[in-house]
């Protein structure tokens, strides 16, 4: 057993109102630079819809995760080394700017200056990588928000797709006239695979995966631009930066988590739904996970990696892999591991891909009460619930092929408990005494429901030594706040051209600090 931990999230669906400050947010945050335009490390989608980039979960298109070889063996997708050496200076498996959308702006000078008139000034779409004017805009991160595209583009959602292709009372369910219709939204952000096909696909080895906390960079000093990391990328969670030529992904707010801080996505999330936390796992088993033959087994099997904090044996087994206490102390209370493994609620996204993903989901199961009431009866009682979780507006087969690689069983017993919380719930808030008392559904109602902050993110810190360690490297490659100037905004930085001054302004972990006790404390006085 070789025990190691990871950064984990879950992402709870029913909360999710498409709000998309997480993708504002976080745009401002790491993606303000010139050549990243149309670069959204976080996007929320709205289901069923193409997605972004374009259809990226049809892998016969764009040959990304893993698959099996005759022998049983992982490979990549795309290909050996030798396919792979024969494309390196022209991949003819990239999303294109159409796939992703041409970024544009708007003339407001023309709104703003134009003279006295008898016509209404207009300001033409702009694009930002030509300067020059566009006819029309034609896609966009969300071009289906709420369904906005669904009759001419959901049908080619590749979900829809594979569900059409299987037995017409599952493919029926899947229609676009506007009185059965029905959608949610989707959040997403770089899985920070457990098994990342990225990572296993860079020719230079900029990509990796951190051993102390399980996220994957890039390496911008050591990137050459091959991209076959975008290629390799499932998700297409990585983006190439057409002006520095450096792939570009989410870094999962690293200098944020190491000081104790939420993701700015999970900080800024209007409906509160995303949980922060650790997950212990047994690396040995990753490889033998992701080689599970049968595709609805991968999520049993990726399960089956995962440790228990609580037993004494992998506690021993993870101090002797140098695993600090305060990490063991963490995955012992952490939320994502109670919502992925105790409960089961929360589910991979696309596991058939064989990354095994670390961003989890609890699936929606809002529209259910809705359905019921209008049929005449009461779409809170326990009995109801559970018998109209097959009739869902959402059908189960659809959250299937999205989170269990089509296997609808442990779907429907994650929706189930989610009813179960419900109906449970509901006899407490009306004063009624349950039949039967559990102390574990109010545990699960908190955690999804009020759950506090301290409650949602459990975030262990990096080692004080290694943080100011890494500060003082920092000075002494001449990042001083002594020589910031403003002036300089145009000039290189560390992503490259145009993406900041030369000479960064540090922020030392005590101001990390500071800010964290400010965006926490209740009192003002307490900060």
Not at 122 to 144: E, Q
């Amino acid at each position: 057993m070789r025990v190691m931990a990871q950064i984990a999230m879950v992402m709870n669906l029913d909360k999710c109102i498409g709000c998309s400050a997480c993708s504002v947010t976080c745009k401002q945050t790491w993606t303000n630079r010139r050549g990243v335009e149309y670069v959204w490390f976080n996007n929320v989608e709205t289901r069923p819809g193409l997605g972004y980039p374009r259809r990226y979960a049809d892998q016969e298109k764009w040959k990304g995760g893993w698959e099996l070889d005759k022998r049983g063996r992982l490979k990549l997708k795309q290909g050996g080394r030798l396919k792979k050496l024969a494309e390196i200076f022209a991949n003819p498996v990239l999303p294109t700017v159409e796939d992703y959308y041409e970024p544009w702006t708007y003339d407001y000078d023309d709104l703003q200056q134009a003279p006295l008139g008898t016509d209404y000034p207009v300001a033409r779409p702009r694009s930002l990588l030509t300067g020059k004017p566009m006819d029309t805009v034609r896609w966009s991160a969300n071009w289906d928000d709420n369904l906005g595209g669904a009759p001419e583009y959901g049908p080619e959602d590749p979900v829809v797709q594979r569900m059409r292709a299987q037995a017409s009372t599952v493919g029926e369910k899947v229609k676009f006239e506007f009185e059965q219709a029905f959608m949610f939204y989707l959040p997403r952000i770089c899985e920070h695979c457990l098994n990342p096909a990225c990572v296993a696909s860079c020719p230079s080895g900029a990509m990796y995966k951190r051993s102390e906390d399980g996220i994957v960079l890039v390496d911008q000093d050591r990137c050459r631009g091959w991209r076959q990391c975008v290629t390799a990328c499932p998700y297409k969670k990585v983006y190439f930066n057409h002006r520095t030529g450096k792939a570009e992904k989410c870094t999962f707010c690293y200098p944020r988590v190491e000081v104790g801080l939420p993701t700015v996505c999970s900080e800024t999330c209007p409906g509160r739904l995303r949980y922060l936390g650790v997950m212990l796992y047994d690396a040995d088993k990753v490889a033998d996970a992701a080689r599970t033959t049968d595709d609805r087994d991968l999520y049993e099997a990726q399960l089956g990696v995962f440790l228990d904090p609580a037993d004494p044996a992998v506690v021993r087994a993870a101090e002797a892999a140098g695993i600090p206490h305060d990490w063991i102390g963490a995955a012992q209370r952490s939320p994502v591991r109670k919502l992925i493994c105790d409960y089961r609620v929360a589910l991979p996204l696309h596991p058939e891909f064989r990354t095994l993903p670390m961003v989890w989901y609890v699936p929606p199961l809002s529209p259910v009460v809705e359905a019921v009431a209008e049929s005449g009866h009461d779409g809170e009682e326990a009995g109801n619930l559970f018998g109209a979780i097959d009739a869902l507006r959402i059908p189960v087969e659809y959250l299937a092929e999205l989170f269990t690689a089509g296997d609808v069983v442990p779907v429907r017993a994650a929706l189930g408990r989610l009813a179960a919380m419900r109906a449970y719930m509901r006899e407490v808030n009306l004063g009624e005494r349950p039949a039967e008392p559990s102390a574990e559904i109010e545990e699960l109602y908190r955690l999804l429901a009020i759950a506090k902050y301290e409650e949602r993110y459990v975030i262990p810190t990096a080692a004080m030594s290694d943080a100011h360690a890494m500060e003082e490297a920092a000075l002494a490659s001449g990042c001083s706040v002594d020589d910031y100037d403003t002036s300089d905004l145009d000039r290189n930085g560390p992503f490259g051209d145009d993406s900041g001054p030369k000479n960064l302004p540090m922020v030392t972990l005590e101001d990390f600090h500071a800010m964290r006790r400010r965006q926490t404390a209740d009192r003002e006085e307490d900060a």
